[in-house]
C-alpha cells in the first residue's frame, strides 16, 4: 500500500498544477487576445464548466469502473499536462490554424473555441481528479475524518503555492512552455510512485505515461520556437518576453520592425504610420500657440514624439507602465526612435498613468492621451470620468487633453454612435468644454477649460511661422478637416444617442463595454444589441427583477419538501458569490490600480489561501448540532467581508494622498475572504448531507464530486453574467448589493428549513 504521505502529496501537487495551469493559459489567452479583460471571465467559466463535467461527471464514472482510483488518477493526471503544452501551442497557432493574419482581430465565435479547445480538456481533467482524488483520500483509513476538508485544504493550499511561485519566481524569467514542461516532469513523477499501488499490467501503463512526460519535458523549449514561427508566419522574431505587464514581441519584415504588445501592433521603425500620427499632433497644437509642456501617454516613441518636437515645446514627459518597453525600443537600435529618447526635452517616467494624474505636484499645457479604443479595462481606466477629473487639476487654465475615437464622415452605425456619445459625455462631465474634430476613420477630442481655438485661418498662419514639415497638414487639408459643416452633422448624429448613453466611471466601466460593442459589430449584430440593451435598462429594474427570480427559484427549492434542496442551493450560490467577488476584485483592481497582468496570479493566491484557512476551520467543527448554524452565519454574515472590504477600498482611492498598499491589501483581503466563505460551507454542507448517505468510499466520493460540481456550476454561472452583463448594466456598488441579497435570502431560507 502506498503511504498516506504520498497521496497527501500527490494531491497537493493537482492544487499547485491546476493553479498554475489556469493562470498560465489565462495569461496568453490576454496576450493573444488584446488584454482583454472580459477573457479572463470566459477563461473562468469555461474551466469552471468543465470542471464541473469532469467532476460530477467523469470522475464518478472511473470511481464506479476502477477496483482503486490509483490507474485512472495517474493517466488523468498526465494527459493533463501533455494538453496543456498542446494548448498553448493551440492559442499561439490558432489565428494561423484559421487563416488569418496575425494583427487581425477574432471573432466571438472563433474566440471561444480557441479558450474552449485550448482550456477545455485541461479543466475536464482538473475537476475528474478532484472526484478521484477523493477516492484516493478515502484509500487511507486514518483519512475518514472530514475527507471533504482536508481535501480542500491540500487543494487550496497546492494552489496558493503554485500561484504564489507563480508570481515570484516564474512569471516574467521563465517561457510558459518551460513552465508547463516542468509541471509534466512532476506529474510524470508522481505517477511513477503511484504506479507502485496498481496491479498488473496498469503499473506498467502508468510507469510507462510517467517516463513519457519525463521524455516530453526535454523536448518543451523547442515547442517555444515551433509556436512562434506559427503565430509570426513570414517573419522574424527578434524578441518576444512577458514582462510583469503584459506580452511584449518584436518582428521583422524587409527592413520594417513592429512592435506588438498583448497581439496588437504598438510601434513601427523606421517607417511609423504617419497618417494620423499627423493628424493626432498637429491639429491640437495648431490651435493652441502657447504649448510649453506635454504629458504623453502611450506609445509615444516612433513619430508622436518626433512631431512634437516640431513646435517650441520646452518639455515632453512621456509615462510608460511597464519598464519594459524602454529596454526594447532601445534594442531596435533605429536612429530616429533613439533620437527621440535621447532629446534633453524628454523625460521617461515609468509609472502608472491614474497613480501620476493622483499624485503629480506641475502643470501642463497639453496631455495626449494615445491608449487607442478602450476594449480592455487597461485602456479604458485612462478614459472615464474620474480621470479625466485628475487631469483637469494638472492642466494650466488654458490646457486641454486630447483623445481619439473611432468615426466617419460618411455614416455613423449605431455602435459608432453611442461610442462617441459616451466619450462625449464623459469628457463633459469633467470639464467644461469638449470639441470634435470628425474624419474618416477617426475623430479627435480636444476637451479643456478654455477654446480649443480650432480656426483653419489662425492654425495656417502658426502653420507658416513655424514651417512646419509634414506629409499631410496643408492650408487647403485644415480647411477641409476643419469644415463646420461636418462638425454640425456630427453634432446632429451624435446628439440623437447622448441621452441614451452613460458616461464612462470607474465603478461602471460602461466604455469598456462599448469599445467590444463597436469591436463586434464586424462580425455580429446580436452581442452589441444585448451590451446596448443591458446598458440603458435602469440597474434598480434589472436588480429587482434578478432578485425576484432568485426569489422565486427559492420558493421552487423550499416547495421540494427536502430539506437538502436549501443546502445543494447553498453551495450552488457560494460558487456563484465567490467567483462573482473575485471578479468584481479584479475588475476594480485593474480600474483603479491597473497591473492586473502582474498581480492576477497574488489575487488567485489570496483567493486560494482563503479557500485554505476555511477548509481547517470547518474540518476542526465536531459538533454536527452546530453545523446548521455555520451554514446560516456563513450566508449572511461572512458574505459582508468582502463587500465591506471592497466599499473601503473605493472609499481609500477616492482620498487625495492615497494610500496605494493599503487599498492592495483590502483587494487581497477582499480575494481572501471570498475564498474563505467557499473553503468554510462546502465541507460544512458535505457533513450535513453525508449523514443521510449510505454507501462507501465510491458513495462518498460521489456526494463529494456532486457538491464539488455544484459549486463550479454557481461559479461557472457567475463567471459569464456578472463581466458580461451584471457589471456593465448595474455598476459594482449595485452588483455588492446584489450579491449580499442572493446570499442573505439564501441563509433565511436555510433558517426556515434547519431541522428543529
Not at 440603458?536 to 429587482?544: D, H, S
Request: aromatic letters at 8%.
Amino acid at each position: 500500500m502506498i503511504s498516506p504521505g504520498t497521496i497527501s502529496a500527490a494531491l497537493l501537487l493537482r492544487g499547485v498544477s491546476s493553479i498554475m495551469l489556469q493562470t498560465l493559459l489565462a495569461r496568453e489567452l490576454l496576450a493573444v487576445f488584446y488584454g482583454n479583460e472580459l477573457t479572463l471571465g470566459a477563461t473562468f467559466g469555461l474551466w469552471l464548466f468543465f470542471g464541473g463535467l469532469g467532476s460530477a461527471g467523469l470522475g464518478p464514472l472511473l470511481n464506479a469502473k476502477a477496483k482503486d482510483p490509483f490507474l485512472p488518477y495517474a493517466i488523468v493526471q498526465i494527459l493533463q499536462s501533455i494538453w496543456a503544452l498542446f494548448a498553448l501551442c493551440l492559442i499561439r497557432g490558432s489565428k494561423t490554424l484559421l487563416g488569418l493574419p496575425a494583427a487581425e482581430v477574432l471573432s466571438l465565435g472563433a474566440t471561444l473555441c480557441v479558450m474552449a479547445a485550448g482550456i477545455g480538456v485541461v479543466a475536464l481533467a482538473d475537476g475528474t481528479l478532484f472526484s478521484l482524488g477523493m477516492r484516493l483520500f478515502l484509500t487511507a483509513p486514518a483519512r475518514q475524518d472530514r475527507p471533504l476538508a482536508r481535501l480542500y485544504i491540500l487543494e487550496s493550499l497546492g494552489a496558493a503555492i503554485g500561484a504564489g511561485a507563480f508570481t515570484l519566481l516564474l512569471m516574467a524569467s521563465v517561457d510558459p512552455f518551460r513552465i508547463a514542461g516542468s509541471l509534466l516532469l512532476v506529474n510524470g513523477l508522481c505517477a511513477i510512485l503511484l504506479a507502485r499501488s496498481i496491479k498488473g499490467r496498469g503499473r506498467s501503463l502508468a510507469a510507462a505515461l510517467g517516463v513519457a512526460a519525463v521524455t516530453i519535458f526535454f523536448s518543451a523549449p523547442s515547442l517555444r520556437q515551433a509556436t512562434l514561427r506559427l503565430q509570426w508566419p513570414h517573419q522574424t522574431v527578434k524578441l518576444e518576453r512577458n514582462s510583469l505587464y503584459g506580452h511584449i514581441a518584436v518582428l521583422e519584415q524587409e527592413g520594417q520592425q513592429t512592435i506588438f504588445y498583448d497581439g496588437l501592433p504598438t510601434i513601427a521603425a523606421p517607417h511609423p504610420e504617419a497618417f494620423f500620427t499627423e493628424d493626432f499632433i498637429h491639429l491640437p497644437l495648431l490651435a493652441q500657440p502657447q504649448v510649453r509642456k506635454v504629458l504623453f501617454i502611450g506609445h509615444a516613441a516612433g513619430g508622436p514624439l518626433r512631431e512634437i518636437f516640431k513646435y517650441p515645446v520646452q518639455e515632453v514627459v512621456y509615462l510608460e507602465p511597464d519598464p519594459l518597453m524602454f529596454d526594447v525600443l532601445r534594442s531596435l537600435k533605429d536612429p530616429g526612435i533613439d533620437a527621440e529618447l535621447n532629446d534633453p526635452r524628454v523625460r521617461r517616467e515609468v509609472k502608472d498613468a491614474r497613480h501620476f494624474f493622483k499624485t503629480a505636484h506641475e502643470k501642463f499645457d497639453a496631455v495626449f492621451l494615445y491608449t487607442g479604443l478602450p476594449t480592455s479595462l487597461a485602456a479604458n481606466r485612462t478614459a472615464t470620468v474620474e480621470a479625466f477629473r485628475e487631469i483637469a487639476r494638472i492642466l494650466e487654465p488654458r490646457g486641454f487633453v486630447v483623445c481619439s475615437i473611432p468615426g466617419s464622415l460618411v455614416a455613423l452605425t449605431e455602435e459608432l454612435k453611442r461610442m462617441n456619445a459616451m466619450a462625449l459625455k464623459t469628457c463633459r462631465a469633467a470639464l467644461s468644454r469638449c470639441e470634435v474634430i470628425p474624419g474618416d476613420g477617426y475623430n479627435i477630442f480636444i476637451a479643456g477649460e478654455a477654446p480649443s481655438g480650432l480656426d483653419p485661418s489662425a492654425m495656417t498662419r502658426r502653420l507658416k511661422e513655424l514651417d512646419l514639415q509634414t506629409h499631410l497638414i496643408n492650408p487647403a487639408y485644415l480647411e477641409l478637416r476643419l469644415d463646420p459643416s461636418a462638425r454640425r452633422w456630427f453634432d446632429e448624429e451624435v446628439g440623437q444617442a447622448l441621452g441614451r448613453t452613460t458616461p464612462n466611471q470607474d465603478l461602471r466601466p460602461v466604455g469598456l463595454y462599448e469599445g467590444l460593442s463597436l469591436h463586434y459589430a464586424q462580425f455580429s449584430k446580436n452581442i452589441p444589441g444585448i451590451l446596448k440593451m443591458l446598458q440603458t435598462q435602469p440597474p434598480a429594474r434589472l436588480i429587482g427583477s434578478l432578485f425576484l427570480a432568485w426569489l422565486f427559484l427559492l420558493f421552487l427549492a423550499t416547495r421540494r419538501g427536502r430539506r437538502t434542496a436549501p443546502l445543494s442551493l447553498a453551495v450552488a450560490t457560494t460558487g456563484f458569490f465567490g467567483i462573482s467577488i473575485q471578479i468584481a476584485t479584479l475588475f476594480l483592481f485593474q480600474s483603479l490600480l491597473g497591473l492586473l497582468y502582474f498581480w492576477l496570479a497574488v489575487l488567485t493566491t489570496s483567493f486560494m489561501a482563503g479557500t485554505c484557512a476555511g477548509a481547517v476551520l470547518a474540518g476542526g467543527k465536531k459538533d454536527p448540532g452546530r453545523a446548521w448554524t455555520s451554514i446560516i452565519a456563513a450566508e449572511s454574515i461572512l458574505t459582508l467581508a468582502p463587500i465591506l472590504l471592497l466599499t473601503a477600498a473605493m472609499v481609500f482611492y477616492r482620498q487625495p494622498g492615497y494610500p496605494q498598499a493599503i487599498i492592495k491589501g483590502l483587494f487581497f483581503a477582499s480575494s481572501f475572504s471570498a475564498g474563505f466563505l467557499v473553503g468554510v460551507e462546502v465541507p460544512i454542507v458535505f457533513e450535513v448531507l453525508r449523514g443521510a448517505c449510505s454507501g462507501g468510499p465510491v458513495a462518498t466520493a460521489r456526494l463529494a464530486a456532486k457538491l464539488y460540481a455544484l459549486d463550479l456550476a454557481g461559479a461557472c454561472l457567475g463567471a459569464v453574467i456578472t463581466p458580461l452583463i451584471l457589471i456593465p448594466a448595474c455598476g459594482l456598488p449595485d452588483l455588492l448589493l446584489l450579491l449580499y441579497a442572493v446570499k442573505a435570502s439564501s441563509g433565511l431560507n436555510i433558517a426556515f428549513s434547519r431541522p428543529r
